[in-house]
């Protein structure tokens, strides 16, 4: 559990607050939370900060952009690093010492649960197969999978992972949760072997560590039982890409994924054409309502902040 941070740690009494922000709309909402903050568009790529802007004490990032090479060090003054993603894995320990990075839990949740039932549902159902037919002109009726009363594992129990089982839920599915350590309701990863072969649908919604990169390699995807599902809405890393082309060119194994590792997949990947395949171009979270949602976790942050209180979803800290 990361240490408690608070807003003092960011900000002096009275002082301005700088923040560094993405877009206008967004520069816009930080302002607007009190006369003491001050935004600063500077995209990375434009290169380090001047001026006012080096003043910075709280750097929102954009998109998946990453700490490049010479911005952190023209920012001598910062402390926070508030993303607008719930991943942080382009971030987590490559920050300078001093520097607390928080994320924006919660703002994807809904759209990536969605987007979870949505690819169950439809790769369960032959939807892709389907479509795939009607395209071509052919009517083609054969019987498919059923969502209800599936046995599903949801490899992770945070917010995304919980919201997945929740919606899930009508369907009268038996639902097991996994964690990397065990508590009430929610079984450990040391217990997948046991776990596996009894799934017809595995959701993968892990953040990516060390511990989780490569997770899903050929011993997990061999425990998998003839004909289930493997949907991954976490990170391509989470899954042995390799691994997985085996086991759905055998036949043995489905799949619905919404993001790869490499990505962008590149042209001519065997990804493309692999058979039993549901493939999205990472658009879980891409629903109307979630920059908002987003923006609305940078100000409560901000408000944080400035009235120096606990700092929250708090990733990693000095």
Same mark, same amino acid.
């Given at each position: 559990?990361?240490p !408690?941070?608070?807003?003092?740690?960011?900000?002096?009494?009275?002082?301005?607050?700088?923040?560094?922000?993405?877009?206008?709309?967004?520069?816009?909402?930080?302002?607007?939370?009190s006369?003491?903050?001050?935004?600063?568009?500077?995209?990375? !790529?434009?290169g380090?900060?001047?001026?006012?802007?080096?003043?910075?004490?709280?750097?929102?990032p954009?998109?998946?952009?990453?700490?490049?090479? +010479?911005?952190?060090?023209?920012?001598?003054?910062?402390?926070?690093?508030?993303?607008?993603?719930?991943?942080?894995?382009?971030?987590?320990?490559?920050?300078?010492?001093?520097?607390?990075?928080?994320?924006?839990r919660?703002?994807?949740?809904?759209?990536?649960?969605?987007?979870?039932?949505?690819?169950?549902?439809?790769?369960?159902?032959?939807?892709?197969?389907?479509?795939?037919?009607?395209?071509?002109?052919?009517?083609?009726?054969?019987?498919?999978?059923?969502?209800?009363?599936?046995?599903?594992?949801?490899?992770?129990?945070?917010?995304?992972?919980?919201?997945?089982?929740?919606?899930?839920?009508?369907?009268?599915?038996?639902?097991?949760?996994?964690?990397?350590?065990?508590?009430? +309701?929610?079984?450990?990863?040391a217990?997948?072997?046991?776990?596996?072969?009894?799934?017809?649908?595995?959701?993968?919604?892990?953040?990516?560590?060390?511990?989780?990169? +490569?997770?899903?390699?050929? +011993?997990?995807?061999?425990?998998?039982?003839?004909?289930?599902?493997?949907?991954?809405?976490?990170?391509?890393?989470?899954?042995?890409?390799?691994?997985?082309?085996?086991?759905?060119?055998?036949?043995?194994?489905?799949?619905?994924?919404?993001?790869?590792?490499?990505?962008?997949?590149?042209?001519?990947?065997?990804?493309?054409?692999?058979?039993?395949?549901?493939?999205?171009?990472?658009?879980?979270?891409?629903?109307?309502?979630?920059?908002?949602?987003?923006?609305?976790?940078?100000?409560?942050?901000?408000?944080?902040?400035?009235?120096?209180?606990?700092?929250?979803?708090?990733?990693?800290?000095?």
């Amino acid at each position: 559990m990361p240490p !408690e941070i608070t807003g003092a740690s960011v900000v002096g009494h009275d002082e301005t607050l700088h923040v560094l922000v993405p877009s206008t709309a967004l520069a816009t909402a930080v302002e607007a939370v009190s006369p003491r903050v001050r935004a600063h568009r500077v995209p990375p !790529e434009d290169g380090p900060p001047s001026g006012a802007a080096a003043q910075a004490q709280v750097w929102v990032p954009g998109g998946g952009t990453g700490p490049r090479a +010479g911005f952190l060090e023209a920012l001598p003054r910062l402390r926070l690093v508030q993303l607008l993603s719930a991943g942080a894995e382009r971030f987590a320990g490559r920050l300078p010492d001093g520097v607390v990075l928080c994320n924006a839990r919660g703002a994807h949740t809904p759209a990536t649960a969605e987007w979870v039932l949505t690819a169950v549902l439809a790769a369960q159902r032959g939807i892709p197969d389907l479509v795939r037919s009607q395209a071509a002109g052919r009517w083609v009726p054969r019987t498919y999978s059923s969502l209800h009363g599936a046995r599903v594992l949801v490899v992770g129990a945070g917010d995304i992972g919980r919201t997945v089982g929740a919606m899930m839920a009508p369907f009268g599915v038996q639902l097991t949760h996994v964690a990397r350590t065990a508590r009430t +309701g929610v079984s450990a990863v040391a217990d997948l072997p046991r776990l596996l072969p009894s799934a017809d649908v595995v959701v993968v919604v892990v953040p990516v560590t060390p511990e989780t990169t +490569g997770l899903v390699d050929a +011993g997990f995807l061999a425990a998998m039982p003839d004909g289930a599902l493997l949907v991954n809405a976490a990170r391509g890393v989470v899954v042995d890409t390799a691994a997985l082309l085996a086991e759905l060119q055998a036949g043995r194994l489905r799949a619905a994924l919404d993001v790869t590792d490499p990505e962008p997949l590149p042209e001519g990947h065997p990804l493309w054409s692999a058979p039993g395949l549901l493939l999205t171009p990472h658009v879980a979270g891409m629903v109307p309502g979630t920059n908002e949602r987003a923006a609305a976790a940078v100000v409560d942050q901000l408000t944080r902040v400035l009235a120096g209180r606990p700092l929250v979803n708090v990733v990693d800290a000095y």
